[in-house]
């Protein structure tokens, strides 16, 4: 189960099923570079695997004014 | 995904560049666009003080830290817009920011000047969004014109500029079209504007933000209500997913071949000529600028709330 937290909002998603950061990105209907995807304080590249337990930030880039 | 410069684990993904950067790869490549883009358009002469537009977003205070670290002499002018539960928590994130990197931050209340934005949203029957940048551009070009500083950045990003360029061109607007670009020449009581992110994504300085610890304000103003150009910005990015590269190729193209076709292109009768405000000097098509015409509106409208 990965953990997923959009922008500080609560509650968090969790996905059962996905297993890269494309995948996360392709579920959210995100482009690659819409969002900064933040695990452990590392900056993750789609093509990077997520695993069981992963809580993982996304971080939304666009400017809101 | 392998950082194409010293083969370490990737953390950013850049389609448009076709590579992958690690942390400090990232860094080196953020900071060499900057570079290009201060050169090529003579952005910033030798020991010239620049004055940062700082919002606290993560645009400004990326371009704050950038340019401190290329050697740039660098102060920044934040304006505090006297806005209820939000302005104030973002001034007190900005001044830690420069406190925390020895940068030079000066604040300006515009409520000192007669115009907190929430008595301006009162007081006009415009967008309060295009009211309040219209002060803050006064601001900024005032504050640096009389502190003595030769350019004003500010963190305008390739997103920004690209989404510009398009609604410029979907109303084919020449006189915005003539003075679109990375670097704004000075003239009389206007200082030289730059924009030396303009090669830089979004997504690259958030990026670099998120890589160099820079805590940056993230929510919207609470005026408004989305930032301007967005569904432009949406347009734009669905070409770059499926071609990337066509954001940068689209704006340097513009630059190039372009706009110099709309050079010296009329703003429209009676509005090209510029006159000193009657009240506060600068530059103005009328006999009283934008600025001072809000502040009175704003006077009148308080004195009639008083006198009901």
């Given at each position: 189960m990965i953990t997923v937290t959009i922008d500080g909002k609560k509650p968090p998603i969790t996905y059962p099923k996905i297993k890269t950061v494309l995948q996360l990105l392709n579920n959210l209907h995100l482009r690659v570079n819409d969002a900064l995807i933040i695990r452990d304080g590392e900056l993750l590249t789609p093509d990077r695997h997520l695993w069981p337990g992963d809580q993982v930030t996304v971080r939304m880039v666009v400017s809101r004014g | 995904m392998k950082c194409k410069r010293c083969g370490e684990l990737a953390a950013v993904k850049l389609p448009s560049h076709h590579a992958g950067f690690c942390p400090t790869c990232f860094e080196g490549f953020f900071k060499k666009q900057v570079e290009t883009a201060v050169r090529r358009h003579g952005m910033i002469g030798r020991d010239e003080k620049v004055l940062v537009a700082v919002s606290g977003g993560k645009d400004s205070l990326a371009l704050m830290r950038v340019l401190t670290d290329l050697g740039h002499v660098v102060e920044g002018l934040h304006v505090h817009l006297g806005i209820p539960d939000s302005s104030d928590p973002v001034a007190e994130?900005?001044?830690?920011?420069?406190?925390?990197?020895?940068?030079?931050?000066?604040?300006?209340?515009?409520?000192?000047?007669?115009?907190?934005?929430?008595?301006?949203?009162?007081?006009?029957?415009?967008p309060v969004c295009a009211v309040c940048g219209k002060i803050k551009r006064h601001?900024?070009?005032?504050?640096?014109?009389?502190?003595?500083?030769?350019?004003l950045a500010t963190g305008h990003n390739l997103d920004d500029e690209t989404a510009r360029l398009f609604a410029n061109v979907l109303r084919w607007d020449p006189a915005y079209l003539g003075t679109q670009g990375p670097t704004l020449?000075?003239?009389?009581?206007?200082?030289?504007?730059?924009?030396?992110?303009?090669?830089?994504?979004?997504?690259?300085?958030?990026?670099?933000?998120?890589?160099?610890?820079?805590?940056?304000w993230k929510a919207a103003c609470p005026y408004s209500g989305g930032a301007s150009f967005t569904g432009h910005k949406k347009l734009i990015a669905d070409l770059e997913d499926r071609s990337p590269g066509q954001k940068t190729a689209f704006y340097e193209a513009f630059l190039a071949q372009g706009r110099p076709h709309f050079a010296g292109a009329s703003r429209g009768e009676g509005q090209d000529t510029l006159y000193a405000c009657a009240q506060c000097g600068f530059p103005s098509s009328g006999e009283v600028c934008g600025v001072c015409r809000v502040r009175e509106q704003v006077a009148a409208h308080k004195a009639r709330r008083e006198a009901v």
């Open positions: - | 994130r900005t001044r830690a920011f420069c406190a925390a990197n020895g940068l030079t931050l000066h604040v300006l209340h515009t409520a000192e000047h007669g115009l907190a934005v929430p008595d301006v949203k009162d007081a006009v029957r415009r601001y900024f070009n005032r504050f640096a014109y009389e502190n003595g500083f030769a350019a020449p000075g003239e009389g009581k206007f200082v030289r504007k730059i924009k030396p992110l303009y090669r830089l994504t979004e997504f690259e300085t958030a990026a670099y933000c998120f890589l160099k610890g820079i805590d940056h």
